[in-house]
């Protein structure tokens, strides 16, 4: 019988340890508000600032994968080595001026170290599954949630530091991170991975089932990241041209909005197990879709309204998540399971370029009131898709039967 003693504190560690070093994810996008006061920044170059983790996220991915880094050595020591160098590129981040060619390379390296974090962090959660696969990768997905929120609140507890806060606050917590790691372990389930195999690509595009679960992670990823990258801005624009509340701040509502989503990731995960996936992926990618849509219209009307519909977008939006990564490790042959789950993370990450920076260019053309308009058409595909799916026969191999 496998020995699931101490599965709680584990969990905790590693989903602690999770939320520190992905503080270092949004860091730019926390201080890109302050940086664009000084006048510095282009639209395009503040784009850059989060577009370049994206990067470098997927080709670190495709480095660790490609040469099986997580295999070669312990994985917690994996994880404390990518939380080390995030910490470093932040605080390199901390001596540029802004506006600085090399701010956007540091944010590249940054990208690039925490494939070193995610997701072997969620191979360690995973590795103490016991049926309850959904749950445990939401808790991963709630504590990447919650460590991209934390960098929004760098500016109110360092107001002196300005636009440099979230980037030294989050080095620190990176830091700590990979000291933290190092005390927990992994469960029983984990096993080695297969290094990736270059035929997953056609059989991730081929097979039905697995070709709709990815076209599904595309159209979340389309709005996921630059939803997350830009609400912030959007809310600094939107206080601007209203009547807040006296108490009202833009970085605080941020890192709430933003926040919020790990209970979305957790109570999605707990659900999915029960109903399925491709329901509970479809409810959740129809609600950030229609809010997407609706933030147009709330603009004019009381802030009450405005930050409520934003707080449940910030809910919805990271949902389905964790469970696109489920489906798919149900979906695929076993052997091919770690190269598939590579790939759907690479090409989702990549696509997160294009809505990243093109979404201040149409901000630019039509006002930030419609911002998030572009942001619908993801979760349209995805319902689609997902919904789809659950016409297949394959469908009853996700979630117990449950689809």
Known sequence: MADLSGKPRHLALIA?????????????????????????????????????????????????????????????????????????MSWAAVLLEPGSVWMPVTRLGAGAALAFVYPVGMKLAASW?????????????????????????????TEALGWRAPFALSGLAALASAALILTARAGPAFTRAARFDPRAI????????????????????????????????????????????????????????????????LGA??????????????????????CALLSAWAWSGPAELMIGLLVIYGVTVIADSAQFSAAAAELAPPDKAGSILTLQTALGFALTLIPVQLLPVWAEHTGWRFAFWPLALGPMVGVWAMLSLRRQGDASKMANGRK
């Open 269 to 290: 995960g707990w659900l999915a197990d029960r109903v399925g996936r491709t329901l509970v992926t479809s409810i959740a990618m129809a609600l950030s879709g229609g």
């Open 16 to 88: 602690l340890s999770q939320v520190l070093a992905l503080s270092v994810w949004f860091a730019g996008a926390a201080a890109l508000p302050a940086l664009q006061d000084t006048g510095a920044l282009t639209p395009f170059a503040g784009a850059a600032l989060s577009s370049a983790v994206q990067l470098g996220f997927v080709l670190g991915a495709l480095t660790s994968a490609g040469l099986g880094i997580a295999d070669r050595y312990d994985a917690r020591h994996v994880f404390a080595a990518g939380a080390s160098v995030a910490a470093l």
């Open 129 to 157: 599954a016991r049926g309850d696969t959904g749950l445990l990768i939401g808790l991963l997905v709630g504590a990447l949630t919650l460590g991209s929120a934390s960098p929004h609140l760098a500016p109110v507890v």
């Open 202 to 265: 056609k059989l991730s595009l081929t097979d039905p089932a697995l070709a709709r679960v990815n076209l599904g992670y595309l159209g979340h990823m389309w709005e996921l990241y630059a939803f997350w990258a830009w609400v912030g801005v959007f809310l600094a624009v939107w206080s601007e041209q209203t009547v807040v509340p006296s108490a009202f701040s833009a970085p605080v509502t941020t890192f709430i909005i933003v926040a919020a989503g790990a209970l979305g990731a």
